[in-house]
């Protein structure tokens, strides 16, 4: 049995605001910089995330998934219970699921379905109840559309990977003494912790879509592993 988890969802009319955003300069504030590091954590060989195009049918438009994730190298979180999240372009008939796998183990450590109806980023939280990624473990999270029951093995599905890194003691005290969930996301960047970062930008958007500057740092992050143009181009 799976347990239930939080799920937020981004309304079509600020999407269509973060395309616009998308070609406006942004302004200079005091804040600290958003500036991701990547962590020298090439994906092995054989092994890249997938973004793109899902499914079509003649009862809806082809949706196309984005999983907000780095595709050329392995995205690193500090936390044991990480939130994940992607973008669809429009809704479906036909349900999304999620899964998250450790590399090399065949049965999942958590699965659930999502229905979608419209344009959206999808928040889900892994739950509590579950065990904490391990640190230095590898794992693969999924998101596949459930178009055809019988073969499953004809449904789309995009992947991609993380792994549980550890915070260094100076990080840990800067963290702490950060006094907004914005500094802490810089201080995450810096570390080259994509996870949490993405996290906490994504989470104050999510909160308040139509706020210039949340809007701009989410765009800023996204742009600096090739994503903000791909949400942009499926409006």
Known sequence: ????LAIEALPISSHAE???AATK????????RLRYTPPKLPLRRGLRSTQGAGSRSPSFTMMNVTLLAPSDHLGQTAAGHPNFYWHVSNGSPFPLQFAL???????????????????????????KVLPELKPGKEYRWSVSILRNPVDVSLNPVFHAFLTRGNLTPDQETQLKAATSDRDRAALYAEAGFWYDTVDAIATRYLDQPTEATRREDLLTLLDQVGLSKLLVQRR
């Open 25 to 32: 300069p942004i302004a200079q504030k005091s804040q600290p």
């Open 101 to 127: 796998f450790e590399r090399g183990v065949s049965q999942p450590i958590w699965v659930k379905r999502v229905t979608v109806k419209q344009a959206e980023i999808i928040k889900l939280a892994m739950p």
């Open 1 to 4: 049995m799976f347990s239930v």
């Open 18 to 20: 973060l395309a616009v």
